[in-house]
């Protein structure tokens, strides 16, 4: 480790002076490490080992950003390993956190929830999508994305251009809505 924290050292002092090449070179090294560690932490974590490489990116990413707040004169490894834990708990926690909000419900169990009492759930879908088309707007489009469509709040704001928080407040106002709509209250 230490021969590979020296070749990875010198790497980011030479792209201080201008050497892209083993920047890139560096950053690919080091993502294959990265990449094997954080697969092991989901896979301990009870997460999806898959979603591994949107973590190693946003790892990347922060230590691209932070690159020039690496002191030279001191080791490598406890600062790229810093940034590596912190943004890889980061990561993990909103994944949780995400995981445990998340309901997967299928499209059948979806349209029953505003079925009204004593109606087919298959019938239903009609009534949904006038519920729905009844919200404001913003409302409208995140409970379709996150709800009907099962995209993420991350993804819903990657599609809508809206921040993650205001994605999952609108859709949590949305289906406040909905369930008043359907429990036969107004919007």
């Known amino acids: 480790m230490a021969m590979q924290e020296q070749a990875w050292a010198d790497a980011l002092r030479r792209e201080r ?55 030279c004169n001191r080791p490598l490894l406890p600062w790229l390993g810093a940034i590596s834990r912190y943004k890889t708990i980061d990561a993990l926690r909103r994944r949780r956190s995400e995981r445990r909000m998340r309901i997967d419900l299928s499209d059948r169990e979806w349209a029953s929830l505003f079925a009204a009492e004593g109606e087919p759930a298959v019938d239903s879908g009609a009534r949904v ?27 819903a704001a990657e599609a809508t251009g809206m921040k993650e928080g205001t994605v999952r407040v609108a859709f949590h106002r949305g289906l406040a809505r909905l369930l008043k709509l359907a429990q036969g209250g107004g919007a």
Do not use: C, N
């Open 17 to 71: 002076a201008g050497d892209a090449s083993r920047y890139a070179w560096f950053l690919k090294e080091y993502s294959a490490v990265l990449r094997r560690v954080v697969r092991g932490r989901l896979a301990s974590a009870g997460l999806d080992p898959q979603e591994a490489e949107d973590i190693v990116q946003e790892v990347l990413l922060a230590i691209h950003q932070r690159r020039d707040q690496w002191d």
């Open 129 to 155: 999508e006038h519920m729905v088309s009844t919200l404001p707007r913003v409302e409208q489009s995140v409970v379709r994305k996150v709800g009907m469509e099962g995209l993420s709040p991350r993804q």
